[in-house]
């Protein structure tokens, strides 16, 4: 009996483990049912249950919000009311822009549809541009900051390279991370290295905030994709109703599709090479 008890636990992590929901909730509640004082099952089934009902709420949510096809695609028909209070945005990124979207997310407003299509389509197009692996050549003068989901780990490379390897899960956080060690300038690299969306409320912001720097500083900003910037994950884990509760689902679908340009690896002055899986 225990040896049937263990092929269903180790089939409900299984399926978990690719997003399989609804299975997993069956085994995990028939492993409960067989050995109703086993803790840890208890405590999977409890949180399967969680992931089934988020699933269950951003599939109810999708209804009559399919995105249309020409939605978004031309960024010249779309116009920014006058009566819109934030800076305006041209035809390229400035620092001006990226400070008043700053001053708007932590006052809880969003940017208008429009300047958020410009920014995930600018950035595409620079990922789809770069190479395979990203080789990040680090002026001697230059500082670099490494920012991952290594829970607080600080450490130092060699030549002077200082990196701070932080989680970022909330968009307040980041803030946070930018204050005590410095915004991104031309000579402050920044390497994001994964999971910088699925861990709160504020993925779209971060997001939006992470792109608005890669498009300004191409060259000395950079976003390695982790397993949280895929389309399966945003949809259990949250990312993917953010998006289309606070714009709409042709947001939801061109951020996924840059994610999919993102590399998941960088090579820093051929001394340190971050991978993430």
Avoid at 2 to 27: C, E, G, P
Avoid at 48 to 59: A, L, P, S
Avoid at 72 to 96: F, N
Wanted: net charge negative.
């Amino acid at each position: 009996m225990l040896f049937l008890q263990m092929a269903y636990y180790r089939r409900a992590v299984a399926y978990t483990a690719i997003l399989k929901s609804r299975d997993a909730l069956r085994d995990f509640k028939t492993v409960v049912r067989k050995a109703p004082n086993d803790k840890d099952a208890k405590l999977k089934l409890a949180e399967c249950e969680k992931i089934v009902k988020r699933v269950e709420f951003f599939r109810a949510i999708e209804v009559g919000d399919e995105p249309s096809a020409a939605e978004g695609l031309d960024l010249d028909s779309m116009v920014v009311d006058a009566d819109y209070d934030g800076a305006r945005l041209e035809k390229e990124m400035t620092t001006e822009f990226i400070t008043d979207m700053l001053e708007r997310f932590k006052n809880g407003k969003k940017l208008h549809k429009k300047y958020v299509y410009q920014i995930v389509l600018a950035v595409q197009k620079i990922v789809y541009d770069e190479a395979t692996m990203v080789e990040m050549e680090i002026p001697d003068d230059a500082q670099l900051t490494v920012c991952g989901d290594t829970h607080g780990r600080l450490s130092s490379g060699n030549n002077g390279l200082e990196v701070l390897i932080r989680e970022i899960g909330q968009f307040f956080d980041l803030m946070e991370l930018f204050r005590l060690n410095g915004f991104p300038t031309e000579k402050h690299y920044y390497l994001f290295n994964g999971d910088f969306v699925d861990r709160g409320s504020w993925s779209t912001e971060i997001a939006l905030l992470l792109y608005a720097y890669k498009w300004l500083r191409p060259g000395s900003f950079f976003i390695n994709r982790g397993n949280h910037e895929t389309d399966d994950m945003n949809r259990v884990y949250g990312f993917e109703g953010e998006c289309k509760a606070k714009y709409n689902g042709m947001f939801a679908l061109r951020v996924l599709n840059c994610f999919f340009a993102i590399e998941r690896k960088s090579n820093i002055n051929w001394q340190l090479h971050r991978t993430y899986f």
